[in-house]
């Protein structure tokens, strides 16, 4: 059976029993914080499970795209090595909210296995929840009597299992629930049964069936939730394999393709034992960093984007173990495209985007990853010297730090010589690099407490949005929390926007009696909307009428450069190409920020061709409307979608007459004239493939354009021109300070070896050699090396040692003559060296002359004085 029947069968057979057929969510969960991947089917349907959203239907099925990488769902380091872990793979999954249990989920699970796939029931094995003390909870005794009821499993093969193998959990926080497993024994005469749960390759999960019925709180307590679910999840690539007879997933048509296609890049044969071990990783990696790519996510060195590193670095350090040295990973993207892009059509549709993101990362590895390996494996030789077998930690910190090698691939790399790596020695070498500020002087704030801690001020549906059509309203208070002057509310309803796909909260203010609350940012919880700030008047809270205003000017602000943002996108596909794509923003009333796919910088010719064109649309005024549909109905419109919303059935579009369409619940201008007008203050690089755009609108821009016409005055008095001369007078000037600058270098470093012929008199004798210490006045290292040279060419016989405060460091050079080098082996690296340390720094160089630094500027005369003293041991 080939992997699109099996995929349609399953959502067929769902479909028939009322589930809705959804999409499945991007495996980029921009909207979860807790998530640096998508790693289970219900992730999407969180909300929903905890009380916080609901949907028009209370049955769900979808294979949902998954990457487990990273926390407590991690497999990364099992690929390859067996054949049924990946990186990347297919979920089907089916829900209940609150409407079928545990009967209708096994006797389904049972039928589709059995009845429509045909797999042998005696082959079936079903654990169940055992229970558990510490969280008080009794085994999950319904949930065996029903497989014994509902199914004609053998019941001896219903096992029990305690909470590590039988209770889901997504994360350390959030919905949770015991499960049963459904495990089967491909061992050729049917003896597995007690290898379950064993990690037995012959002996496997293929469905969990979760029963989702409480909710974990940040203090590790268990909640009951309002009402049941189930959630089940099925590994795709796991069942494929099992319906068409083989043990490894590796043998199907997901995979067969790709590892034909590495075949014959590299030339050599892929095979299904330990020799396969390269082919089986790359295969693996590929589809997790072209779909993790195709939803949004960016090759970097923070976050999600550093484990897509990681993977890409992986995959490329196998394939030297098949001889491909140059860039091949990209290739395999076309492979994967045909197999899977009708099923999720987003790959094709940014098929050479992945591929140019992929091949750029390559080339930026490539040039380091041979030179990482030699340095390995001399790491390696000299461990193996000592007789240990263990990797040092600052050894793998080193290969990480400078040659880009992620911890794990050095494990594996020790690993394959029978080596661990020393991880507490990396993590302490890595302890220095700290995150950086997420924004530096925003204000903060902490919404670390427990729900528990909320005050309910009134009862009713809380965090109405009327904020798209009014900035005022009359609201309940319905939830208060105030901890350290800092006041948190959820109101009936709201004009505040929370913020949301890359548009900041409102601020504002909220009045009631006896108090005024100075609204600082509105966040969104789930979907209740929290109103943060502090107060201005009045300390409590008691009663729960308010007023709540939104500052009309920061929204107006906020609103124009939100719609800037639209024009922006689309003047960036109309320059750039249509692989532009949006992959991240900030909008604010200050100014905007704007991420797009490009590999390459944007000229100035390009900046102001997409600046044109936005201020060309606000100039006409272009009518700009919102209109509300079906997702699926947007999309048909040609609607763009951007990677850190989250879109559920029903969608809001902004339309900006024929000119630009996207999805969007942001606040825009009702008319683009009223932008006022629009420029670009700067074009960056944001990492690998993304390109970052800054600019203003409105008084902002004409705020800029305006200190631009005064410095264009001041420097037309200052050089006594027209502003159509400024550019030649300042090219003159900066020729002519050139010049004058080289000049002065001349006369400085003349000067300065014309007084070389005294620090020789002056030197030192020390056996039968003159030593020279002394510090110049220098602007640069080269003018410092030249003075050093004409020291080395008169000291006859000799050490000289000179140094200078170049850019607030101590610089040091150190020379020796040819006689001394091979008659006293004296060598100018050494010397130098360690007169460097006494100065808190470092250096070397070649025995005639080597160069070092110095971070204390203060100990330059003292490591200046103890040049004898280091040569002389050094004798």
Request: hydrophobic share 35%; proline share 2%; charged share 30%.
């Amino acid at each position: 059976m080939n992997s699109k029947d099996v995929r349609n069968q399953f959502l067929d057979f769902f479909k028939k029993k009322q589930h809705e057929i959804v999409a499945s969510a991007p495996v980029v969960p921009f909207d979860d914080p807790t998530l640096l991947f998508t790693n289970a089917g219900m992730n999407q349907f969180k909300d929903v499970f905890i009380g916080n959203e609901t949907r028009n239907y209370n049955r769900a099925a979808d294979t949902q795209k998954c990457i487990r990488v990273s926390g407590k769902h991690n497999d990364l380091e099992d690929v390859g090595f067996d054949t049924y872990h990946h990186t990347f793979f297919e979920m089907l999954g089916n829900w209940s909210f609150g409407d079928y249990f545990k009967k209708e989920a096994i006797a389904w699970a049972w039928e589709l296995l059995t009845e429509v796939w045909g797999i042998e029931k005696d082959r079936l094995y079903a654990t169940v929840f055992g229970g558990d003390k510490k969280d008080g909870l009794d085994a999950d005794i319904e949930a065996e009597q029903l497989w014994k009821e509902v199914t004609d499993i053998n019941p001896e093969n219903i096992l029990r299992f305690g909470k590590k193998d039988n209770f889901w959990e997504m994360g350390d926080t959030g919905p949770c629930g015991p499960c049963s497993e459904i495990h089967i024994d491909l061992t050729p005469d049917k003896s597995g049964g007690k290898r379950v749960n064993a990690d037995d390759p012959n002996v496997i999960e293929i469905w969990n069936l979760v029963f989702i019925q409480y909710n974990r709180d940040k203090s590790g307590m268990l909640h009951a939730l309002p009402a049941k679910h189930v959630d089940t999840g099925m590994g795709f690539e796991r069942v494929l394999a099992v319906l068409n007879g083989t043990n490894s997933n590796y043998d199907t048509d997901l995979f067969t393709p790709m590892l034909d296609k590495i075949t014959d890049l590299s030339g050599t044969p892929y095979a299904s034992d330990e020799k396969g071990f390269a082919h089986r990783v790359i295969a693996d990696h590929v589809r997790a960093l072209t779909f993790s790519i195709a939803d949004g996510a960016m090759p970097s060195n923070e976050g999600r984007g550093y484990v897509l590193r990681r993977i890409l670095r992986r995959a490329a350090r196998f394939g030297r173990n098949l001889k491909l040295h140059e860039p091949f990973i990209y290739q395999l993207v076309p492979v994967l495209v045909e197999t899977m892009g009708d099923a999720f059509p987003e790959i094709k549709e940014k098929q050479a985007f992945i591929a140019s993101v992929i091949k750029s990362e390559e080339e930026g590895f490539n040039a380091t990853l041979d030179r990482g390996i030699e340095i390995f494996e001399k790491i390696a030789a000299d461990v193996t010297k000592t007789g240990a077998k263990e990797i040092p930690g600052e050894d793998a910190f080193r290969l990480y730090d400078t040659f880009g090698f992620p911890l794990d691939l050095t494990q594996v790399m020790a690993r394959q010589k029978g080596f661990t790596v020393d991880e507490k020695g990396f993590e302490s070498a890595m302890a220095g690099q700290k995150e950086r500020a997420r924004k530096a002087g925003k204000w903060t704030y902490s919404m670390d407490f427990d729900f528990k801690q909320w005050q309910t001020l009134s009862e009713g549906k809380d965090s109405v949005f009327l904020g798209y059509g009014q900035l005022e309203a009359e609201a309940e208070i319905r939830k208060l929390h105030i901890e350290n002057d800092q006041v948190f509310l959820t109101l009936s309803q709201t004009p505040f926007y929370g913020e949301s796909g890359g548009q900041v909260g409102d601020c504002g203010e909220i009045i009631g009696d006896g108090f005024r609350v100075h609204v600082l940012d509105t966040v969104k919880d789930g979907a209740t909307f929290v109103h943060i700030g502090e107060f201005k008047q009045g300390s409590s809270i008691s009663n729960a009428s308010v007023k709540a205003q939104v500052d009309t000017k920061t929204r107006k602000s906020t609103a124009r450069n939100h719609t800037s943002t639209h024009l922006l996108h689309k003047a960036l596909r109309e320059v750039l190409g249509e692989h532009v794509t949006q992959a991240g923003s900030l909008v604010g009333p200050e100014h905007l920020r704007f991420d797009v796919t490009h590999f390459q910088k944007i000229t100035d010719e390009e900046l102001d061709r997409i600046e044109t064109r936005v201020n060309e649309k606000i100039r006409a005024d272009l009518k700009v409307e919102t209109i509300e549909t079906s997702y699926v109905e947007a999309r048909e419109m040609g609607a763009m979608a951007i990677f850190e919303e989250k879109y559920g059935e029903h969608v809001r579009m902004v339309k900006i007459a024929d000119f630009s369409l996207e999805l969007c619940g942001g606040t825009h201008l009702s008319h683009t004239g009223e932008g006022g007008y629009f420029r670009i203050t700067s074009e960056s690089s944001a990492a690998a493939g993304i390109r970052r755009l800054e600019a203003v609108t409105g008084v902002k821009a004409d705020a800029l354009l305006r200190g631009e016409k005064r410095r264009t005055r001041q420097l037309e008095d200052t050089l006594n021109c027209k502003g159509d001369e400024l550019l030649e007078k300042v090219k003159v000037l900066v020729s002519k300070n050139h010049e004058l600058e080289k000049v002065l270098k001349q006369q400085r470093v003349k000067s300065a070896q014309q007084g070389v012929s005294n620090l020789v008199e002056q030197a030192q004798s020390l056996a039968g050699f003159r030593v020279v210490a002394a510090k110049i006045d220098s602007d640069s290292v080269d003018e410092l090396k030249q003075v050093s040279d004409t020291l080395r060419s008169r000291i006859g016989s000799g050490v000289g040692v000179l140094a200078a405060i170049i850019n607030e460091n101590a610089s040091f050079v150190c020379v020796v003559t040819d006689d001394l080098i091979s008659g006293k082996k004296l060598k100018a690296g050494d010397i130098v060296k360690k007169v460097a340390a006494i100065a808190e720094g470092g250096g070397g160089g070649r025995p005639h002359m080597a160069l070092a630094g110095g971070k204390n500027i203060a100990k330059l005369e003292t490591a200046l004085e103890n040049v004898p003293e280091i040569v002389t041991a050094l004798l």
